[in-house]
């Protein structure tokens, strides 16, 4: 979309200002997650870290994210935290402290925030209806790189520049990398990369596939009843035409969602697994 486009799409004027329903972050988490699995629900503390709440300067606005970094250094590495289908709540921004932890400043960018608040949503069927499926795949990629601006003046070296995403971020994570060649790596956890499509959302992951040139590290459960282990070996097999040295790997006993250690599907093997191939991932592509 040339820049016209966007511009009428999302017009900087007081009006598209103040029509932001996110401007500030819900504490906790969404209320279509709970109750959660306390006894698994991993917990990062922000010792050593500086963390919370940052804004995001857009042409529309200020996006609410979530910041997390070591508290002591600068010129960290950064990598882009992109949320699950439920927003930026608790469990995002503890995967930003994890990362923070390992050196990174992470961001997790409020994505949602023109569109609605999902964490005040109960319904899975109204969070994707009512709020993601008004999200346009153009903002998204254009708020991104408005957080990579930021990174860069605030602590970040965006020369080490990674993404990774769960569920729709997943599906964020492999469109980032198509869009931005600058990434040095991706990690996508379940997203999806083949399924219908709509003029918001008009492209699927695996349509980039041969010429993608960010390495990616696909993480997917076998098990997963959202997304079909045929897709993910079309997705395969559409990444053998490119070069960008992507791979897939699938846990065969996995669900969706096996990373969410606050839920049901998390499955503690596969999750430390795939956390530990992606920190490794980063590191050989110059992401850490």
């Not at 992470?106 to 569109?115: G, K, N, S, V």
């Not at 282990?229 to 053998?240: I, N, S």
Request: glycine content about 10%.
């Amino acid at each position: 979309m040339v820049k016209q486009e966007l511009d009428s799409l999302f017009p900087q004027t007081e009006v598209s200002r103040r029509t932001f329903f996110v401007t500030s972050l819900a504490a906790g988490f969404a209320l279509a997650v709970q109750p959660i699995s306390a006894q698994t629900a991993i917990t990062t503390d922000a010792t050593g870290l500086i963390a919370g709440e940052v804004k995001i300067p857009t042409k529309t606005g200020d996006v609410p994210a979530y910041r997390a970094m070591p508290a002591k250094g600068k010129n960290f590495p950064v990598v882009l935290v992109v949320q699950e289908i439920f927003g930026v709540h608790e469990h995002i921004k503890d995967v930003c402290r994890r990362f923070a932890k390992l050196g990174h400043i992470a961001i997790a960018t409020e994505l949602y925030a023109r569109q609605g608040d999902v964490s005040k949503i109960k319904e899975i069927q109204n969070v994707i209806k009512d709020v993601v499926a008004k999200v346009p795949d153009e903002q998204v990629m254009s708020d991104l790189d408005a957080t990579v601006a930021w990174a860069d003046k605030n602590g970040g070296n965006s020369k080490k520049l990674a993404v990774t995403g769960f569920c729709w971020g997943g599906r964020i994570t492999w469109l980032y990398a198509a869009h931005n060649p600058k990434v040095k790596a991706g990690g996508a956890w379940y997203g999806r990369m083949l399924g219908p499509v709509t003029d918001l959302q008009p492209k699927n992951p695996i349509e980039f596939a041969p010429t993608l040139k960010v390495p990616v590290l696909g993480l997917y459960g076998g098990k997963d009843g959202g997304i079909p282990v045929d897709t993910v070996e079309k997705m395969r097999e559409a990444l053998k035409q490119g070069k960008s040295g992507s791979e897939i790997i699938v846990y065969p006993e996995a669900p969706h969602g096996f990373h969410a250690d606050y839920r049901p599907s998390y499955r503690k093997d596969n999750a430390e697994d795939a956390w530990k191939r992606l920190n490794e991932w980063f590191k050989k592509h110059g992401a850490a």
